[in-house]
């Protein structure tokens, strides 16, 4: 008499591996854009944006039971396309059967009203759009970015997604690796998320530079907004200009040696 066990038979991290680069090796014949998510070293994130992304994921009570499921697959290389566009990501993740699997997650469109909230906290405490993306922020707009429902990061309600997975769970482990890989992405290149979630990094900036136009503006008392000296916007911007007086000497040294 036989008898079969229930669970199915181990395979080694490195057995998982090598599969999932045989089959981004098959995959990228086909198509030499696909882009897998490698992940480097014991964490999954290294920067602010990865980081800020998966704790926001792990903070919902409807998730935080299921997504970890995935993160063994995005260690393995499972995931083996992952494209980050307009509202959405799609992903091929590499399962038991042969073929990968097909995810598709969609996630609604920042508020209006949520950005305009977010744009006017920013104002005149970030200075570059490197600040920015590499995430060295004051404190205060760290809180403002991850603030529940009023923050940049989607409520479990705002996404939805799908996978051509026969697992019948509300949250499949091959979705779970795509939302961690997002989070490795993220780490690459922040501005994809800004990207997926259908708003301009730049408006943050410029209402950053307004604002501290308009407090400089109003310090120096100057008769009219629309004059400022080349002096003055070299301190505020840290830019070296160039004065009308070195630029006429320098005009009439030029002449000078000419025969």
């Not at 181990?10 to 057995?15: G, I, L, Q, R, T």
């Amino acid at each position: 008499m036989a008898y079969y066990s229930e669970f199915p038979a181990y395979v080694s991290v490195a057995e998982k591996r090598r599969k999932a680069q045989k089959s981004v090796e098959k995959l990228r014949k086909k198509n030499p854009d696909i882009c897998p998510v490698i992940i480097e070293g014991t964490k999954l994130t290294k920067t602010w944006w990865g980081k800020a992304w998966n704790d926001n994921l792990e903070s919902y009570s409807d998730f935080a039971n299921r997504i970890g499921r995935g993160r063994s697959y995005v260690r393995h290389g499972a995931v083996l396309d992952l494209k980050i566009t307009q509202g959405e990501i799609k992903a091929l993740v590499q399962g038991s059967a042969s073929k990968p699997y097909q995810v598709t997650i969609s996630i609604l469109p920042l508020s209006d009203a949520v950005w305009q909230g977010i744009t006017k906290s920013c104002a005149g405490k970030i200075d570059s759009l490197q600040e920015l993306i590499v995430g060295k922020f004051p404190k205060t707009l760290s809180e403002v970015f991850t603030t529940k429902g009023q923050g940049l990061f989607p409520a479990s309600k705002e996404i939805r997604f799908q996978c051509s997975c026969p697992d019948g769970a509300y949250m499949c482990k091959h979705v779970a690796a795509v939302l961690y890989g997002v989070g490795a992405r993220l780490d690459e290149d922040p501005t994809l998320f800004f990207v997926l979630r259908k708003v301009k990094m730049e408006d943050l900036i410029s209402d950053a530079i307004s604002q501290k136009t308009e407090t400089f503006l109003k310090k120096s008392n100057l008769k009219s907004r629309r004059i400022i000296e080349d002096r003055d916007i070299g301190d505020l911007f840290g830019i070296e200009m160039e004065t009308k007086a070195e630029t006429k000497q320098v005009t009439k040294r030029g002449k000078a040696k000419r025969p």
